[in-house]
């Protein structure tokens, strides 16, 4: 099964200001999912973006696809205290293959 | 909206016990996993279950382990003889399709092996 790798590893912000995360994957997708795990709970899904669609939105996150550079990216605006938890992708490609998450980006958003 | 429930939220054993972590799935769904995030570190997959049997397992997912589905509703996961090193966070999560739309996540179980 393919991994997303997350960039940057960690990343510190004012509230108020966006935040932007990057995810790069290596072969053919169907699509590609984003999840966001605060301390210690469980992830929770936050959007999905399929292999023919460019760009995404949900509230305050925008998500794009690239399919060929094999990257996306996750867009928080305006981004809260209560934004801070770690963040994942999970490409999902057309074999069937179980999602499995990379390191993540750990955002931390100071109030 | 519906969750999925794991029980206990915390177990501490003795190195060589066996441990059942517990899962309600959410009930009308029909793919079952497992993952484990050891402190500090990335969420691994250990194994899928479907239709009352293993889909997919990872490497970390050895004779020590198994699952089950004893009834309509609970999903377990065993392990035999704990390690030190089997000291994470397990996570349950279910899906109604075989993972490619979204998957919920429980709450976790943290198990510590002394």
């Known amino acids: 099964s393919q991994q997303g790798e997350e960039d940057p590893q960690a990343l510190s912000i004012q509230e108020g200001e966006n935040a932007t995360m990057n995810c790069s994957y290596k072969t053919s997708i169907n699509n590609l999912q984003w999840y966001r795990q605060n301390s210690g709970r469980g992830l929770v899904h936050l959007i999905l973006i399929r292999s023919n669609e460019r760009e995404k939105h949900s509230g305050r996150l925008r998500v794009t696809l690239d399919t060929s550079k094999k990257s996306s990216s996750l867009l928080i605006t305006a981004s809260r205290a209560a934004d801070t938890a770690s963040y994942f992708c999970a490409p999902y490609d057309n074999a069937g293959n179980m999602l499995t998450f990379g390191g993540g980006t750990r955002l931390m958003v100071k109030p | 909206e519906p969750e999925v429930t794991q029980t206990p939220s915390h177990q501490v054993t003795q190195m060589g016990q066996e441990v059942i972590l517990r899962c309600v799935p959410i009930s009308n769904h029909l793919y079952f996993y497992w993952y484990r995030q050891i402190l500090g570190q990335k969420v691994e997959f250990l194994v899928s279950f479907y239709n009352n049997e293993i889909s997919e397992k990872s490497e970390i997912f050895d004779d020590q382990f198994s699952v089950e589905r004893p009834d309509g509703s609970n999903f377990t996961l065993k392990i035999r003889s704990t390690k030190l090193e089997d000291s994470a966070m397990y996570f349950c999560?279910?899906?109604?399709?075989?993972?490619?739309?979204?998957?919920?996540f429980g709450s976790g179980t943290q198990l510590s092996v002394l």
């Open positions: 999560a279910s899906s109604p399709d075989n993972g490619s739309e979204k998957l919920f």
